[in-house]
């Protein structure tokens, strides 16, 4: 459904993605494996062709955000681009980072059953980028998750597509748990990052999107995180 102009969310997929209908159409995370066919039913429901999609953006390398990458970007031969630091595990060459404790754990149990299957990424991604032919969607890097998180900031819509650096839960943002994040001490840094921008709307990873007033909310926790520490 479209939640804002020019953006549609693709729920019930267990981690939130995301269509960008500007100038052209940029896919925002895939979801684990087997998700293909539904993003691509819903772009049919909306009168486009795979091949109308010019870009996929990865958030971060976890498996419930690229795991349907390498069939989507078969299906419509578009554009693979994730952070720099991700590429390495999105491309199959270093292993998937597992959560730490109890998470860790349940990770390496169903690992084997996950159908992991690596992407080449075609666009590695940088602080500030702007992603092609998006209308002026914007790269922030935001470490700490994994090592190449990013956000994706668009200032013309004022929207922040937040990947797991920030989540809602009850219209509430908060940091990710700490056991599924590489280095929280730098979630906060990013969360302080995100905070000094300017947008209405927070379309996170997970979590419904709160499309109103949304900076201030993620001010909120930048200052509660900085308090705790």
């Given at each position: 459904m479209e939640i804002v102009r020019g953006v549609h969310l693709l729920s019930n997929f267990r981690?939130?993605?995301?269509?960008?209908?500007?100038?052209?159409?940029?896919?925002?995370?895939?979801?684990?494996?087997?998700?293909?066919?539904?993003?691509?039913?819903?772009?049919?429901?909306?009168?486009?062709?795979?091949?109308?999609?010019?870009?996929?953006?990865?958030?971060?390398?976890?498996?419930?955000?690229?795991?349907?990458?390498?069939?989507?970007?078969?299906?419509?031969e578009a554009t693979v681009a994730a952070h720099e630091n991700d590429v390495g595990c999105i491309s199959g060459v270093t292993p998937h980072p597992a959560p730490r404790g109890i998470l860790g754990v349940a990770f390496r149990i169903v690992k084997p059953f996950l159908r992991l299957h690596p992407v080449k990424v075609d666009l590695p991604l940088s602080d500030e980028m702007e992603v092609p032919d998006s209308g002026g969607l914007r790269v922030v890097f935001t470490p700490g998750h994994t090592t190449g998180s990013i956000c994706l900031y668009h200032p013309k819509l004022k929207v922040l597509f937040s990947g797991d650096t920030v989540i809602c839960e009850g219209g509430n943002v908060h940091e990710p748990a700490e056991s599924s994040s590489m280095n929280p001490s730098e979630v906060r840094h990013s969360v302080k990052k995100l905070s000094e921008l300017d947008f209405e709307s927070l379309l996170p990873g997970h979590g419904a999107p709160i499309v109103h007033d949304a900076s201030s909310k993620v001010g909120d926790l930048a200052a509660r995180l900085e308090k705790r520490a």
């Open positions: 981690a939130n993605l995301y269509l960008l209908l500007v100038d052209s159409i940029t896919l925002i995370d895939t979801g684990w494996p087997g998700n293909a066919n539904r993003i691509l039913s819903y772009l049919s429901s909306l009168g486009y062709e795979p091949s109308d999609v010019s870009y996929i953006v990865l958030t971060h390398c976890h498996v419930d955000h690229c795991g349907s990458a390498a069939e989507v970007k078969e299906r419509t």
